[in-house]
């Protein structure tokens, strides 16, 4: 199955991860609200913690409880699910989600989505991805955490399983420290798998890195997104709110039609190219006779009389006819 999505338009992600806080009706209205902002996808995740983790799995710094603890209480049902991706269909956005084992991935699979996203985590559980490859959809892949030999890996396996897949540059940290973004290894990524779209998943807190990735060739951009970025949670440090989603489509969109790489001149240049170039000028008064000498000549705007690049070829010539100071030299006026 191939990727349900065109790859020649940058497809933006809508992470709401767990910014719900477990409130279906705050998930819904993240729907609607990506939607609005022009989002492609909103993306949300299926945890089912015992599957996925031990409960004594340690904290991380972006958590202020256990995570198991949290997931508890706030993650998503499979009905949620249905009732998320039903609403997304009705309004017009595609509704993507992360399965954190293979369970989770075959409940999602049962209820029709029609690709996965794999989080960082999971990148090098080979034995967990086999089993998410063998429902036949296509994943994408966030790449935090590992090297490119883990990554050149991890493709092996799935070319190797028949899954088809993608690639998420990422920095696994919450937020990241600029400096350790690395955005060019999204073209690293970009030589390493010609064939495999690349895109760029970005935890900073600002669209900077965004605009970034898609300017290096980013096909697909995720980013955390929130209602409102006072809510506390285990992402909140990493979400844009919803017009900060907005102003992150808009530049997108501006970015990917501006990244032409064929240097023409423009029909709308000509018109200024006929004022803002330099046509050669007369200094002073001449007369017929006159060989002309660089200090002779000078040039001025417009453009439309003989061009300044055309300057060092009269140097020798003769005037036919007299011509004013300060006036358009023409080729007509000399002996050739």
Not at 195 to 200: D, E, F, K
Not at 323 to 331: A, R, S
Request: aromatic content about 8%; hydrophobic content about 40%; glycine content about 6%.
């Amino acid at each position: 199955m191939t990727f349900p999505f065109d790859s020649k338009k940058v497809q933006v992600i809508a992470e709401a991860c767990d910014n719900h806080m477990g409130s279906i009706d705050t998930a819904l209205e993240m729907c609607r609200l990506a939607k609005l902002a022009g989002a492609d996808f909103i993306k949300f995740q299926h945890h089912l913690a015992d599957e996925e983790m031990l409960a004594e799995t340690p904290m991380s710094d972006n958590f202020d409880e256990p995570l198991y603890d949290f997931l508890k209480k706030n993650a998503l049902s499979l009905d949620d699910h249905i009732q998320l991706k039903s609403f997304c269909e009705e309004i017009g956005i595609k509704y993507l989600c992360t399965p954190f084992s293979a369970k989770a991935a075959e409940e999602l699979s049962g209820i029709g989505v029609t690709m996965f996203k794999i989080g960082s985590g999971e990148l090098r559980d080979l034995p967990t991805l086999k089993k998410i490859a063998k429902l036949g959809l296509p994943m994408i892949l966030s790449t935090g955490m590992s090297t490119l030999d883990e990554i050149k890996d991890t493709a092996k396996f799935l070319k190797d399983q028949g899954a088809e897949f993608s690639f998420l540059n990422c920095v696994s940290e919450y937020p990241p420290k600029y400096e350790e973004m690395n955005i060019g290894f999204i073209t690293s990524l970009i030589e390493s798998f010609p064939n495999v779209i690349i895109g760029h998943s970005d935890h900073s807190p600002d669209l900077y890195t965004t605009f970034a990735a898609v300017a290096l060739g980013a096909r697909i951009v995720e980013k955390h997104v929130i209602l409102d970025k006072k809510t506390p949670g285990p992402d909140q440090s990493v979400s844009i709110d919803f017009n900060e989603l907005a102003q992150l489509v808009d530049g997108v969109r501006k970015i990917e039609l501006s990244l032409g790489s064929i240097k023409i001149i423009q029909p709308k240049e000509m018109a200024i190219r006929e004022w803002a170039y330099r046509s050669v000028i007369a200094v002073s008064d001449m007369v017929p006779g006159m060989v002309l000498q660089e200090a002779d000549l000078t040039t001025k705007r417009p453009g439309t009389g003989i061009p300044a690049t055309k300057l060092f070829q009269l140097i020798g010539k003769e005037l036919k006819r007299p011509v004013k100071g300060n006036t358009m030299l023409k080729w007509k006026d000399l002996i050739l």
